[in-house]
């Protein structure tokens, strides 16, 4: 019994000690792709990024946003020529971890708890 509440203390300390990598300046800019499933279908949308601006390109249209980093790994996207109401609202970006060449984030409308997760790809 002891063994077995010593393994189970070690693997918790053991894990509380990762802690995942982010190279978050790495991805601050170059071209990236993004995929995701929208109404069942893999849409895969790409875009280039550098320190102020990120123009994404996805069903064969662009659009441009201003970037604002807040820190090393965290930036708020804001759309240059909003369309509609909805488009007008910025969009907190985090990095959460870093990879090679991908990161995973988290996205969501600024001021909301309603948050997304996705996983980018340094192409260029």
């Not at 064969?60 to 965290?74: F, V």
Request: overall charge positive; glycine content about 4%.
């Amino acid at each position: 019994m002891r063994q077995i509440i010593f393994i189970l203390l070690f693997s918790i300390l053991a894990n509380s000690c990762y802690e995942q990598e982010r190279n978050c300046a790495n991805f601050h800019t170059g071209t990236f792709e993004f995929e995701t499933f929208l109404n069942g279908e893999l849409e895969k949308t790409r875009f280039i990024r550098n320190d102020v601006i990120e123009i994404d390109y996805f069903r064969g249209k662009s659009d441009t946003a201003t970037i604002r980093w807040i820190n090393d790994c965290e930036y708020i996207v804001q759309k240059v020529h909003p369309k509609n109401m909805a488009e007008e609202k910025a969009i907190h970006m985090k990095i959460l971890a870093t990879n090679k060449n991908t990161y995973t984030f988290e996205y969501g409308l600024v001021g909301s708890a309603n948050k997304q997760r996705g996983t980018a790809k340094k192409i260029k």
